[in-house]
Every structure is written in structure tokens, then in C-alpha cells.
């Protein structure tokens, strides 16, 4: 069974930069195919950055240029380094492998 446990969430100000990480436990053999997804309150919740199985990696258009996914395969653990980062990117961050999902980290920026 996989398990996964996000963090680095955080208040920033506006421009600022913030650091997730995902480290995974369990039945995974490879970081390929996890990703990040984010809710905002009252929206749904949606795609920001995922690591395709074939290693390449997709990005929002809405974070393109100021994120960057990444990971560590020896240590199961994906990153997410958010840089530039707007008021519109305030959401709970969640981490994803297939039908697997974290708890959730709280990232906050202030105007």
C-alpha cells in the first residue's frame, strides 16, 4: 500500500519562493507518474505538475515558468519548487500517484 506525506507548505509574500516535498512509502517502485495537484476554496481541484511515465514532465499553463517538478528516485520523493509565487497560487497542495493521494499541505501568499 502506498502512502504518501507532503511538506513544506507555507505563508509567503507575494514573489516569494516555497519548496514542497512528497516522500512516498509503500509498494512504489518509481516516481514516475506522480504529480501535484491543488484546490483553492470553492474550486475544484486541478493539475499543477506531474512527471510522466516516461520521465518528461507537464506543467500548467498557469505555473509554467515558475514551478519546477522534480525527484529522487532512491528516496521516493518528488519536490515541487514554486518560485514567483502569486496570491492566485493559495491553495492545499496535494501529492498524487495513481489513485493515491497525500493529506495535503496549506500554501498561503500574501499580497
Known amino acids: 500500500q502506498v502512502q504518501l506525506v507532503e511538506s513544506g507548505g507555507g505563508l509567503v509574500q507575494a514573489g516569494g519562493s516555497l519548496r514542497l516535498s512528497c516522500a512516498a512509502s509503500g509498494n512504489i517502485f518509481s516516481i514516475n507518474g506522480m504529480g501535484w495537484y491543488r484546490q483553492a476554496p470553492g474550486k475544484q481541484r486541478e493539475l499543477v505538475a506531474h512527471?510522466?511515465?516516461?520521465?518528461?514532465?507537464y506543467y500548467a499553463n498557469a505555473v509554467k515558468g515558475r514551478f519546477t517538478i522534480s525527484g529522487d528516485n532512491a528516496k521516493k520523493t518528488v519536490y515541487l519548487q514554486m518560485n514567483s509565487l502569486k496570491p492566485e497560487d493559495t491553495a492545499v497542495y496535494y501529492c498524487?500517484?495513481?489513485?493515491?493521494w497525500g493529506q495535503g499541505t496549506q500554501v498561503t501568499v500574501s499580497s
Open positions: 498524487n500517484k495513481d489513485t493515491r
Open positions: 512527471i510522466t511515465r516516461y520521465c518528461s514532465s
